[in-house]
């Protein structure tokens, strides 16, 4: 089974979802992201793809405005996929900004 972490950032951005949002975010990531990473496969409803001018970082759409990034890490579990969720919001999470 994948397993995940969260970075400070992403963190401080969650706190910032609506109950709405932070609901559809997890849901989106329980019944389709996270059997995807499990598959090694995405399906085109998330559209997972990689950010541009970012190697190595790829975004999930969970809403119509609603993005998040996430980028490999090293393996916790030998031969599961680990994943790091950098950033979660509205598409103004690709806005360059403070740190």
Do not use: C, N
């Not at 031969?79 to 919001?89: A, F, L, S, T």
């Amino acid at each position: 089974m994948a397993t995940f972490a969260t970075t400070p950032r992403f963190r401080a951005d969650h706190k910032k979802l609506s109950p709405e949002q932070a609901a559809r975010f997890r849901r989106v990531v329980t019944t389709e992201f996270a059997p995807d990473v499990e598959k090694g496969r995405f399906r085109p409803g998330p559209r997972v793809k990689g950010v541009q001018g970012v190697p190595g970082v790829f975004e999930m759409t969970w809403a119509p405005d609603g993005r998040a990034t996430w980028e490999y890490g090293q393996e916790k579990v030998p031969g599961e996929p680990h994943v790091i969720w950098r950033r979660v919001g509205t598409h103004a999470v690709f806005d360059p900004g403070p740190p």
